[in-house]
DNA sequence: CATATCAATCGCAATATTACGATAAACTAA
DNA sequence: TTAGTTTATCGTAATATTGCGATTGATATG
């Protein structure tokens, strides 16, 4: 079906599966660990950095976008992106809170 | 094209994607927290807990122990199931020195 | 042995994702 | 205005994911 059954999980469970799917993707995980790296504000030489066409990269920017975990700014003909703090603490303490939850256990079989 | 273009990204970036994809649908999420939640291992009985049918569990299952998260030893003629606690630090840290990356910043746009 | 139970797998249908060329929209500069 | 630059969006193709019924294989139990 293709289907997720979102309406028989619980919210957390939902938006949990939902964050790890927004950086479930090599070429995210290198988008935004780009946006780190370049202290200041990024615009559209991500496409000269990764090697994805111009409309692959963009896809992937309103992906993270829709995530919201990264703004982007409109500045003259090109737009910069950047990671939104408040948003990657959000995730930050969700993921932490997911992990967290197993500790130290041994397996038992 | 629905075909990721592994070989254009480095060996962690693609590794750590993978990891996200393994937990980014929540049924493998509930299914975790439900081995986590009853302390002993637990066996076919998630089938009756989430509510979806056990050809699909046991697909996610399969996903979760190829990622290598879960564990499974066969007790007659049911499976037990629990964390790989080895497996789960991995994971923990993987994250953990990913969203450390980006600390105390503030957003430049 | 026959039957029941449990989990894995097969096969299928529906939907989602990934990637890209082509085009459009917005702005700059000449 | 016209041409150039940059990004978003559309349309399409290939592949992946999700879900389930049906079947299979393994192990108990009568």
New interface residues.
């Given amino acids: 079906m293709g289907l997720?059954?979102?309406e028989?999980?619980?919210d957390k469970?939902?938006k949990?599966?939902q964050m790890?799917?927004a950086?479930?993707?090599?070429?995210?995980?290198?988008i935004?660990?780009h946006l780190?790296k370049s202290?200041?504000?990024v615009c559209g030489d991500l496409v000269d950095e990764?090697?994805?066409a111009q409309a692959t990269i963009s896809q992937h920017l309103k992906e993270l976008k829709t995530a919201g975990l990264i703004?982007?700014?409109i500045?003259g003909t090109s737009v910069?992106?950047?990671?939104?703090?408040k948003v990657?603490k959000q995730?930050?303490a969700a993921?932490?809170a997911?992990?967290v939850?197993?500790e130290?256990?041994?397996?038992?079989?």
């Fill in positions: 997720t059954k979102a028989i999980f619980t469970q939902n949990l599966a790890m799917k950086l479930a993707h090599p070429a995210r995980i290198a935004i660990q780190i202290q200041a504000c990764l090697g994805l703004q982007g700014t500045e910069c992106y950047c990671i939104d703090p990657w995730y930050k993921f932490e997911f992990f939850t197993f130290n256990g041994s397996s038992c079989c």
